[in-house]
């Protein structure tokens, strides 16, 4: 079994921490931010403790488990590049780094629990190193996972990008890539870099949006069909199969788009628009566009969800 450490708990009245339970609920934080929520502990009490919502925590031996991981990777990583330690942790987001890949300062946290693949794959190679290329901030840290991220998150092992990975050749067993090339600049970049990185034989789970509105974490940049998918892959990869999960089925993209263009509507169109039967919207698109929750929708709105978008440039 790979060793690991929990970094949430459940938060409850005796035990809640304002810091704590916003940096576990990123959507109560930027409520709070943007002046929404009074605090974390405002929505703790209305909504959060029946919701059973979690706070963060810094469980003991973290950062042993951290330094003894580093330790291992330390000859797997490249000396070719500019870089510095910060603690135990390396940082390879160079400025020219951070310009080429875009990686913006940003408020966003990107922040996601492992599916029952990816938990499938670190327990695959409890002795040897998995790669989370483009890792967010993790409730769980794996002794056997090195978390490569842009933000120097709690979790964080390594700050880097993923169009340059500051690891040698074959120096992974594994590497995962979940909900990250849709936004990054370069995906096919990230994907040689991967391949790259891999052992003969290692192995890849990679996962990315297609019908998805747009959000970003701090750009996003692409969405792609299965063919895309392995059209980035299949040059550097064998690839063994593609399937649609339960997390990624139709269903979750409807209701996505159906609750963000609600929101997204003042009060009497979202109403009106809420109200209409599916069967209303099974007719010619041309028929629809004078409706007002067709005609109310804002340009923000517009643009996250856009059927797609025209672009006018010209040459200097």
Known sequence: MVPFLDLVEPATAATFSEAAYLAANPDVHLAV????????????????QRQGRRQRRRPEGLEAMMAAKLDRLAPHMRDDLPHRRIGPKYDYLSDALRELAGADETANVSQNAYDGHAEELIAAYPDGLVLDCGAGRRERYYANVVNLEIVDYDTTDVLGIGEVLPFRDASFD??????????????????????????????????????????????????????GLRNLFERHLAVDHQYVPASLLP???????????AAGLPPEAR???????????????????????????????????????????HKE
């Open 271 to 313: 109403k009106r628009f809420l109200s209409r039967r599916l069967s209303d919207f099974a007719v010619d698109p041309l028929t629809l566009l004078d409706q007002p929750y067709v005609r109310q929708l804002s340009d923000e709105k517009n643009l996250e969800l856009a059927s797609g978008t025209y672009l006018f440039a």
């Open 33 to 48: 931010r943007t002046g929404r929520l009074a605090s974390g502990r405002a929505h703790f009490d209305r909504h959060g």
């Open 174 to 227: 594994a590497v995962i890539s979940i909900a990250v090339l849709e936004h990054v600049r370069d995906p096919f970049a990230c994907a040689r870099e991967i391949a790259r990185v891999l052992k003969p034989g290692g192995r890849l789970v990679c996962a990315v949006p297609f019908l998805q509105p747009l959000h970003g974490y701090p750009h996003h940049y692409y969405n792609m069909t299965g063919e």
């Open 251 to 261: 269903i979750w993209s409807l209701t996505w788009m159906v609750q963000s263009w």
